[in-house]
């Protein structure tokens, strides 16, 4: 059976030039990076060549690039580092001292509560049903306790983009650190850290083509970060432990690549999620697109299906060899509604009936062509199985019938 693989936001297969970079280093290259002899340079070398690739990518200078075993470390040590620098320095207590938003990846919204649980106010902003953060609302929950704004550059289920310049500005305005995870977005759309005053930025290497458990955190010169992990002092002390050096290699020839693609990709992508959303939306009755129209992510079509519920979907669809997701991988496998669904404004009927389909360099036209194809015939037989969709003809035929 065909095999199509349309779950990119989850993670992306490790490209082939990737893993041939990260190979030696596992057997031949397997110094530590710490050690003075031959060995240890090699691996020191190597590590410091994925810095400047990494680096590269988002204009930043190659010792503002700390590695991190992925986007989850990149967010903790990224928003606790500074809630615990700012800890002492804190005197007013009354306003949000941290604002983020409700669409956030739980690897920031659960930080987060963590630190509400050790006595900071956050303030969790609302978006606009295509999931954007209101940029005057932003700036009126600014308080002179607040230390800092933490929002995301691209939303993971429905791949809207936000308008991070913005809030960069009024960040700086405000003298307030921003704090935003871009694993969605860098590699994918240009991040500019030069351009866009953005203090801290999260990346992950297995959302690029890079392998899993290795990402970065972008610290802005003379932004001071409180160490989560103590120990021999690696990274300049800020995340001790022998470096992942394969990963790392891995990562930073990712980046290399992903920055060398930027627009070949994009380009490609956008044909093929344009196609997909046109004719899913003229082909299948009472379906709607989730997030921005335009504002979005080359590689996210998210769709919402009336009548429908999303496992029964992504279960139909996997039987037809098409991978596919109901939202983010970390809560696919929980029933409950999507939290971003949910923000957007969608009830939990409708959350559930949702769709994301990510695609991929690899993905082809006649693999877009192939889901058009199937997917119709899944969601007609999901229909007629459906007491939800069954209620929603026989309300429309009592509407008719009152009409006459
Ligand atoms: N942030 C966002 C927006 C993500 O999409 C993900 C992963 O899905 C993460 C953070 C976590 O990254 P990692 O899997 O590298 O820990």
Not at 10 to 27: G, Y
Not at 229 to 240: N, Q, V
Not at 333 to 340: A, E, G, I, M, Y
Not at 368 to 383: Q, S
């Amino acid at each position: 059976m065909k095999r199509i693989y349309m779950d990119h936001a989850a993670t992306t297969p490790v490209d082939k030039d990737v893993v041939k970079e990260m190979l030696p280093f596992f057997t031949e290259k397997y110094g530590n990076p710490s050690s003075l002899h031959s060995f240890g340079r090699e691996a020191y070398n190597a590590m410091e060549k994925s810095r400047e690739n990494i680096a590269s990518l988002i204009n930043a200078d190659k010792d503002e690039i700390f590695f991190t075993s992925g986007g989850t470390e990149s967010d903790n040590i990224a928003i606790k580092g500074i809630a615990y620098k700012m800890k002492e320095e804190i005197t007013d207590y009354k306003g949000p001292h941290i604002i983020t938003s409700v669409v956030e990846h739980p690897a920031v919204m659960e930080t987060c509560r963590h630190l509400e649980k050790m006595g900071f106010k956050v303030k969790y902003l609302p978006v606009d049903k295509y999931g954007i953060v209101s940029i005057d609302e932003l700036e009126n929950s600014i308080s002179k306790g607040t230390f800092l704004i933490s929002v995301m550059h691209a939303n993971n289920e429905i791949g809207t983009i936000q308008n991070i310049d913005d809030i960069g500005k009024i960040a700086k305005e405000h003298d307030i650190v921003f704090h935003s995870d871009a694993v969605q977005s860098a590699g994918k759309i240009p991040v500019d850290v030069k351009k866009i005053r953005i203090d801290l930025l999260s990346m992950s290497s297995h959302k690029i083509y890079g392998p899993k458990g290795v990402g970065a955190l972008y610290i802005r010169k003379g932004v001071k970060l409180e160490p989560m992990i103590h120990g021999g002092g690696h990274e300049k002390g800020l995340r001790s432990g022998t470096e992942n050096i394969p990963g790392i290699v891995g990562f930073g020839k990712a980046c290399e690549l992903a920055k060398k693609r930027l627009n070949e990709d994009a380009e490609h992508l956008t044909i093929l999620r344009d196609k997909l959303i046109k004719n899913v939306l003229n082909i299948i009755e009472e379906t709607y697109l989730n997030g921005h129209p335009e504002q979005r992510l080359s590689n996210n079509a998210h769709f919402r299906f009336t009548g429908i519920e999303g496992e029964a979907l992504i279960l139909s669809m996997d039987e037809k060899g098409i991978a596919a997701s109901t939202g983010s991988a970390c809560s696919s496998k929980k029933l409950l509604p999507s939290h971003v669904l949910m923000a957007i404004g969608l009830n939990e009927i409708e959350a559930h009936g949702s769709l994301r389909l990510t695609l991929g360099r690899e993905n082809t036209d006649e693999d877009v062509r192939y889901v058009i194809d199937v997917l119709p015939g899944i969601v007609e037989k999901l229909r007629k199985m459906s007491s939800l969709w069954g209620k929603k003809l026989e309300i429309e035929k009592w509407k008719k019938k009152m009409k006459k």
